[in-house]
């Protein structure tokens, strides 16, 4: 893959990897992922690396798991980009993740998004107008744990983006990413 021309801004949505169930005495927020969780972000985190230049700014959920996915995954890209850790994140609804997108710095035309369902499957559909037909299929069927929809939209400025801009050019799962080696 090669890096969005001029004026097409590029967004990976990331579900946090597989976590733990918890129990009575774990808050929602404070789950860890399970091992499983963990393979399958460095995977994830392996598929980015192997691509087009990495995301220049992470948005991440302030819940353990989205934390622990994105180190998972960051563990595997050559550079670090700008990490912002939201608690607005946490459990958000499409719409407003949309907003807090809007508000990303022009400048930047790559932004990694690591988050939780339902939220981020609605943000993912509505903002995929056009794109990879089988993507889009398997993203219509659910977005599991570990999962990352990558789309670009023709646009300069991060206040544009809205439902239907966006090109989904893939979605991955972690069962058909290949597994970290060594």
Not at 135 to 140: A, G, I, Q, T, V
């Amino acid at each position: 893959m090669r890096e969005p021309a001029v004026g097409m801004k590029r967004l990976i949505l990331t579900r946090h990897a597989m976590a733990s169930p918890g129990d009575r005495f774990t808050e929602d927020r404070d789950r860890r992922l399970d091992p499983r969780g963990v393979a399958d972000a460095e995977a994830l985190g392996g598929w980015l690396a192997r691509g087009e230049p990495g995301p220049e700014l992470v948005l991440c959920s302030s819940a353990r798991r989205a934390r622990e996915t994105w180190e998972s995954l960051r563990s595997r890209l050559p550079q670090d980009p700008v990490l912002l850790l939201e608690d607005d994140l946490y459990l958000a609804t499409a719409a407003a993740m949309l907003e807090r997108l809007r508000r990303v710095d022009d400048g930047i035309r790559s932004v990694l998004l690591v988050a939780h369902n339902p939220g981020l499957a609605d943000l993912a559909r509505d903002l995929a107008g056009s794109g990879d037909l089988e993507s889009y299929d398997r993203l219509r069927t659910g977005f599991p744990a570990g999962a990352a929809a990558d789309l670009v939209a023709d646009i300069e400025h991060w206040t544009d983006l809205r439902p239907g801009l966006g090109a989904l050019r893939a979605f991955l799962v972690p069962k058909r990413l290949p597994p970290r080696a060594g």
